[in-house]
T-cell receptor
Framework: DAGVIQSPRHEVTEMGQEVTLRCKPISGHNSLFWYRQTMMRGLELLIYFNNNVPIDDSGMPEDRFSAKMPNASFSTLKIQPSEPRDSAVYFC????????FGPGTRLTVT | GENVEQHPSTLSVQEGDSAVIKCTYSDSASNYFPWYKQELGKGPQLIIDIRSNVGEKKDQRIAVTLNKTAKHFSLHITETQPEDSAVYFCAARDTGRRALTFGSGTRLQVQP
């Protein structure tokens, strides 16, 4: 198995632009999670899905952030418009019981 | 909700020594406790986990212990090697929730 796949691995964008992060979970896993990691705040859960349905989005910072999971093998996290404070590493993880992380997307908003 | 506290935040040991990282949790309903290792530039990697019906679990040089009464669990690494240097995270999950609650992390440095 290739593990959790995320793209892009690095993204540099200007403030105000739309950013879309992508995730392909491990086949057979029914839960998917989006996290954000910064030095100041550590590892934060943004949202998670169970069987493609959003269960808890209380960690989404504000309306600029949205996430979708149109099918069991794909999810997106979108930021529109992006701001410099959104700069962080964004991780996707999937689980059936144990949770496995992807390699992350390093986002820099200038 | 669940709250997980992790100590110490940094730990430096000599190669060959043991390292111990401790975590406490607040929700007595939590029943699953994984540990992750994160190397620079990579995602957290699951290294060992323990469920609440077990008090100890071992996998080669790493072991985890769980004290449900005191609501704390620990990671033990024996015979440390330079490649053990990384940030380690503990986490907890209860039966009613799929998401993990993470500790703040411990930066382990193994001095050769």
């Amino acid at each position: 198995d290739a593990g959790v796949i995320q793209s892009p691995r690095h993204e540099v964008t200007e403030m105000g632009q739309e950013v879309t992060l992508r995730c392909k979970p491990i086949s057979g896993h029914n839960s998917l999670f989006w996290y954000r990691q910064t030095m100041m705040r550590g590892l934060e859960l943004l949202i998670y899905f169970n069987n493609n349905v959003p269960i808890d989005d209380s960690g989404m910072p504000e309306d600029r952030f949205s996430a979708k999971m149109p099918n069991a093998s794909f999810s997106t996290l979108k930021i529109q418009p992006s701001e410099p404070r959104d700069s962080a590493v964004y991780f996707c993880a999937s689980a059936s019981y144990e949770q496995y992380f992807g390699p992350g997307t390093r986002l820099t908003v200038t | 909700g669940e709250n997980v506290e992790q100590h110490p935040s940094t730990l430096s040991v000599q190669e060959g020594d043991s390292a111990v990282i401790k975590c406490t949790y607040s929700d007595s309903a939590s029943n699953y406790f994984p540990w992750y290792k994160q190397e620079l530039g990579k995602g957290p990697q699951l290294i060992i986990d323990i469920r609440s019906n077990v008090g100890e679990k071992k996998d080669q040089r790493i072991a985890v212990t769980l004290n449900k009464t005191a609501k704390h669990f620990s990671l033990h690494i024996t015979e440390t090697q330079p490649e053990d240097s990384a940030v380690y995270f503990c986490a907890a999950r209860d039966t009613g929730r799929r998401a993990l609650t993470f500790g703040s992390g411990t930066r382990l440095q193994v001095q050769p």
